[in-house]
């Protein structure tokens, strides 16, 4: 996609507005329009890649720290009590936004949000599969 006709491309230059809440260098974060729960914040690098797998891995470190920070801001402005980090990649993942970012969602003890499905392995299976994924690394 032409970083021209990417929304967040669009919102890092300032063409579309935002409700911002922190900025750096390499880092925007700002409210998801669409919260899973108030203070769903989008942390955003600027720079534009599609996924984690196009993601250089020298710009993770000021992206950690913006996590870390915004993470603790938006626990702390919405009062919850612990927040995820999740990071979609690919349709299949639920990625819609084809700019790489992660969500922000702050929790709080019986806010009945529920993300975790488990399920089992099979005899034999976690091994085989552990084997498969690390033969391809
Ligand atoms: P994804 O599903 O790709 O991981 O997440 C994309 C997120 O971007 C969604 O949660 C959606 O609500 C949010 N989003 C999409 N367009 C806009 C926008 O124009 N402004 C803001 N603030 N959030 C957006
Ligand atoms: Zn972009």
């Known amino acids: 996609m032409a970083e021209s006709e990417c929304i967040f491309c669009r919102i890092v230059n ?29 942390v955003v690098p600027k720079r534009h890649c599609e996924n984690l797998l196009a993601f250089p891995e020298e710009e993770a470190p000021a992206l950690i720290a913006a996590l870390k920070k915004v993470g603790n801001a938006v626990m702390q402005a919405t009062g919850a009590g612990g927040f995820h ?45 552990a084997a498969s994924i690390a033969e391809r690394m």
């Open 14 to 42: 300032g063409e579309i507005p935002c409700a911002k809440v922190y900025e750096d260098d390499a880092v925007l974060a700002f409210l998801d329009l669409g919260p899973m729960a108030k203070g769903h914040t989008l």
């Open 85 to 129: 980090v999740l990071q979609n990649n690919f349709p299949a993942a639920g990625q819609t936004v084809f700019h790489l970012h992660w969500h922000i969602i702050p929790r709080s003890e019986g806010d009945g949000m529920s993300l975790w499905a488990q399920g089992t392995y099979g005899e034999g299976e976690m091994a085989e599969l």
